[in-house]
């Protein structure tokens, strides 16, 4: 009962604490200043910002290796020991290599071995250039690239999703506060009215120990003990939302609560229709995925290539206080990949004897290939088949979406206006019970009731406020943000 006698007191103990300008208000109402500690100390959030960044790292990681990749080596080093010195010595064959992945898979190879075992000593360098005729390999480099580009984008979509998130998460903490303490006024109101109940069967004159006065004090006894129960519930409740914002609670959570849902934002219901079908997440992760596999599949499905290389090798031989020996040759080769085979051709002339020509080849295959690339087909079509479906299925979903939610947005303007109206009404009926019972005309309980009648309305305004809020942020991430 004190603590309904003491609403006014706390009303104005709040408006006093929290009173702002209304720039202030609008910057740093009770509600943002929740909002941003729960935002900040929310451990989901952090994690997205970190995914976030991981993901950015290894699309810049992807994008590096599609433009160039090098790599340096000092090649087979060999050290012989051995006492007979025509026998020690030394081998090597470091080596520099350079490949651009995206301009037709060209690569740059240069070697430069290098031995000296006992009197003999060769020294040497061979540089070769490859690059590919036809082939897949740019677009299979494309397509690993937009893969990370794409698990970038969806990260960084994630972390600026995870600030809704994180409060919606806070607005149904609020409304779960919320119910507990419309609990706690119902019981308050339970015992009110209990209380009523009472002083009108004692003033009928019925006797203490009679089964009216005796019923209607069990009832009151009854209805004050469930008031307890829900004023535990609420406070319990309360503390663990306070601690969850980094607050310390006080001994007046009413007062708290007063402050927290008028600084509640009051919020339009979105409409569905703002955001274009083509942002519709389900449709834009289906034709995604399409997208994605359509052009896996073209590489896949194209084994065929075509490449060149071309070189120059340099060996020089020297024994001992002999002369030395230089022998120089150029080297090329064509390869070819077709489904389930390859090919080699290559030939290697000495330039100082050119008709000591030397020719290379190689073949191999698959005979089962030709079986195999007709099951791929087939599979090709039919996975392509099902990723079209699933697109006319997101679409569908969309249609039903729109409809779903231009109902839930009625309902919500309904019952926003309403608990709007419904409580400037309660709030002139708790004025005027305040002002009858100030003139005496009725008990101090009946204005109590009034009262409490009021602050019920508050809650469900408060309640109609977060509902809108949470109505519009299930909107917005329904569609990707562009």
């Known amino acids: 009962m004190k603590k309904i006698a003491c609403i006014t007191v706390w009303l104005s103990a709040a408006f006093v604490l929290f009173a702002q300008t209304e720039t ?45 990749t090098m790599e340096v080596g000092s090649g087979n080093t060999q050290f012989v020991l051995n006492t007979d010195a025509d026998k020690r010595g030394v081998t090597t064959a470091p080596y520099a290599n350079i490949a651009l992945p995206s301009y037709n898979n060209t690569g740059i190879k240069l070697s430069v071995p290098y031995s000296k075992v006992g009197q003999r000593q060769e020294t040497g360098a061979e540089v070769s250039v490859s690059t590919d005729i036809y082939s897949k390999n740019a677009e299979a480099k494309k397509y690993t690239l937009n893969l990370a580009q794409s698990a970038a984008d969806q990260a960084r979509r994630a972390k600026e999703e995870g600030l809704a998130l994180a409060e919606k998460q806070f607005l149904q903490d609020i409304q779960r506060l919320l119910d507990d303490y419309t609990i706690l006024l119902d019981k308050e109101l339970s015992e009110v009215k209990a209380e009523i109940q009472y002083n009108q069967t004692k003033a009928q004159g019925y006797a203490d120990s009679s089964t009216k006065m005796r019923t209607a004090n069990l009832e009151l006894l009854g209805a004050k003990r469930e008031h307890q129960d829900a004023d535990f519930n609420f406070s319990a409740s309360y503390h663990a939302f306070a601690e969850s914002c980094g607050l310390t609670p006080d001994e007046a959570p009413q007062m708290f609560l007063t402050s927290l849902w ?97 020719i290379k080849l190689s073949f191999s295959w698959n005979p089962f290939s030709i079986q195999y690339r007709k099951l791929d087909k087939k599979n090709a079509e039919l996975e392509d088949a099902i990723e079209r479906l699933k697109i006319e299925d997101a679409k569908e979903q969309y249609q039903k979406q729109l409809h779903t939610n231009k109902t839930a947005k009625e309902q919500m303007i309904w019952q926003q206006t309403a608990t709007a109206d419904e409580l400037s009404i309660y709030k002139q009926n708790a004025d005027d019970h305040a002002q009858w019972y100030r003139n005496g005309v009725i008990s101090k309980v009946e204005s ?35």
């Open 24 to 68: 202030g208000v609008a910057q740093d109402s009770v509600y943002q200043k929740l909002l941003q500690y729960r935002v900040e100390h929310d451990s989901n959030y952090r994690q997205l910002q970190m995914q976030a960044d991981i993901a950015a790292n290894k699309a810049e990681k992807a994008k590096t290796e599609s433009l160039v």
């Open 262 to 358: 008028n600084s509640i934002p009051v919020q339009k219901a979105a409409d569905i229709e703002q955001y274009p079908q083509t942002a519709y997440k389900k449709l834009v992760e289906a034709e995604q995925q399409h997208t994605q596999n359509v052009a896996k599949r073209d590489i896949e499905l194209s084994p065929f290539s075509i490449g060149a290389d071309a070189g120059y090798k340099l060996c020089n031989t020297k024994i001992g206080n002999a002369s030395a020996k230089n022998e120089h040759s150029v080297l090329g080769g064509l390869s070819m990949q077709f489904p389930g085979g390859k090919a080699y051709t290559g030939v290697e002339v000495p330039l100082s004897d050119p008709k000591n020509t030397a």
């Open 448 to 482: 109590l009731q009034a009262e409490l009648e009021y602050k019920k309305a508050e809650v469900r305004y408060a309640k109609a406020k977060t509902a809108v809020m949470i109505f519009n942020i299930d909107t917005a991430l329904l569609f990707e943000k562009r």
